[in-house]
């Protein structure tokens, strides 16, 4: 198994600890909740095996283990699987494995899986080849009729976030959105890791169903994770009760799909998979 090669800026930032708790920020409310319900809707029916490829600490794998599904969790930072292993071991319903690894150069069997995971590693894999060999990798560990989702950071939500608060004027901004809309790509070399996250590729909503395609997967459906929600003003307010989360995450399902709200969405997810008696290919 390939050893897991980060960037080590990415690296810096992931060790900081941001991803522990990230989810659990009011503002933040909404992706999560909006991940799991599409992952509720999308995956297999319990009890199915799952590799959560780039899992970090464990938030989404746990959720899905403790729905019945036997899940292993790979990440290529050591601090996210020592969390992953700890959070497991309190669990009432652990994770089936966690391991050190690189979505690149899976270490898991051909045809061993039901769904894969990519909900992280290809915000961090900027080359389009790199991306390629996740893809790929994916595509081969799956059973015939499995499913595997994809998730991207959006190259146009930028823009509107920095309109949105007003932060147009800061030095810099105008340059860096040009960056993200002409190439997707996005650094922080101040690593300003508070405000201003740090190396990655950011995809159009098509380039991401394009890249399953690419590795002979068929697309199922393009969504919108958050859609234009996260502009709301008082978003984290509502997503703190029941009523208001239920009234926003409703709204964004009516909506999930439509082409014309992907670009405004932070995250695009894709849902894809190899046809009923088509084993997955070999990483090329």
Known sequence: MTEPSLAPEILDYYNAGHE???LTAPHR??????????????LPTPPATIYDVGGGPGRYALDLAALGHHVHLLDPV?????QARAASAA??????????????????????????????PLYHLTTAEDRHRAWAEAARVLRPGGTVIGVGASRYYTAWQVLSQ????????????????ATGQHRNPGRDFERLWTTAYLHTPHEL?????????????LLAVEGPAKLLPNLAEQMT?????DRVLAAIRRMEAEPSVLGLSSHILVVAGTASGTPGRSAA
């Open 20 to 22: 522990q708790d990230r």
């Open 209 to 221: 169903a394009d890249e399953a395609r690419t590795a002979g997967l068929g697309v199922r459906v």
């Open 78 to 82: 050591p601090l996210h699987t020592e």
């Open 241 to 245: 009760t029941t009523r208001g989360r």
């Open 166 to 181: 007003d932060l147009l004027g800061l030095p810099g901004a105008e340059s860096v959105i040009a960056e993200h809309l």
């Open 91 to 120: 669990a009432e319903q652990p994770l089936a494995g966690v391991r050190l690894g690189d979505a690149r150069a899976l270490p898991y069997e051909t045809d061993s899986a039901d769904a894969v995971l990519l909900l992280g």
């Open 29 to 42: 409310l909404i992706e999560y909740w909006r991940t799991l319900d599409i992952l509720q809707r999308h």
